[in-house]
């Protein structure tokens, strides 16, 4: 695993410390189940709305198992943003047992 790459709860405590946690999944990937305190913005409009995530602060992406966010963080370290992956994505971070939000329908 690379320094940018982070175990769940690795990124549990750097998002207690105030780091921006971004979901990257689509819509319906949230409605089963997303981390609680984060902001969503799907891949595929990451280019137009890089504005939202916030230069002066760490991030941490996020997706289904690690994939597109691992190149969401690419993207945002190459423009200069101190940006991370969670490893292993949702599933990894639900397999370690922390909390999730869902939909009820």
């Known amino acids: ?3 940018h790459e982070l175990d769940p709860r690795e990124v549990q405590r ?6 921006q946690l971004v979901d990257v999944r689509t819509a319906e990937e949230r409605v089963v189940s997303r981390i609680g305190g984060d902001r969503h913005i799907p891949v595929e409009e990451l280019t137009e709305r890089a504005d939202e995530v916030d230069r002066e602060r760490a991030v941490v992406f996020y997706c289904r198992v690690g994939h597109r966010s691992g190149m969401a963080a690419e993207a945002f370290r190459g423009s200069g ?3 991370h992956n969670l490893a292993g994505g949702i599933e990894a971070w639900e397999a370690a047992g922390l909390p999730v939000e869902r939909d009820d329908g």
């Open 14 to 19: 750097q998002v207690a410390e105030g780091w």
């Open 81 to 83: 943003y101190d940006a």
């Open 1 to 3: 695993m690379s320094e």
